[in-house]
């Protein structure tokens, strides 16, 4: 898939979110890269056996003080390669892609992986 086909898959599944989470979503800059990096799969604690299709970088909104201003913003990234790999159609990638923001998107309010697990149940 061409990176401006897959970089169009994430800004629908951005614009696809409620409206009352596209409000909330200030400070937050969301990029495609080919790849993580080694630093990368370190911070989310991946092992080098591991995927990684996507990465919150920032202090999450329920995380966030009087003390939070003048900061750099938050960083979403998702990753292409890893998503071609797994996935078979252009189809199976839309909703890999989807999954991957909205999860991402979770961790922006502070939402942890073990909630988004028994959310998922």
Known sequence: MRGEEFERLVAEALEDLPEEFQKRLDNVDLVVAA???RDQMERAG???HQT????YEGVP?????RGYHLVLPDKITIFQRPMEALCRTNEE???LVRETVMHEIAHHFGIGDERLEELRR
Do not use: A, H, M, V
């Open 52 to 55: 990684l299709f996507g990465l």
């Open 46 to 48: 991946i092992g080098p």
């Open 61 to 65: 909104l329920s995380k966030r003080d």
């Open 35 to 37: 790849n993580s990096t």
């Open 93 to 95: 990638i839309r909703n």
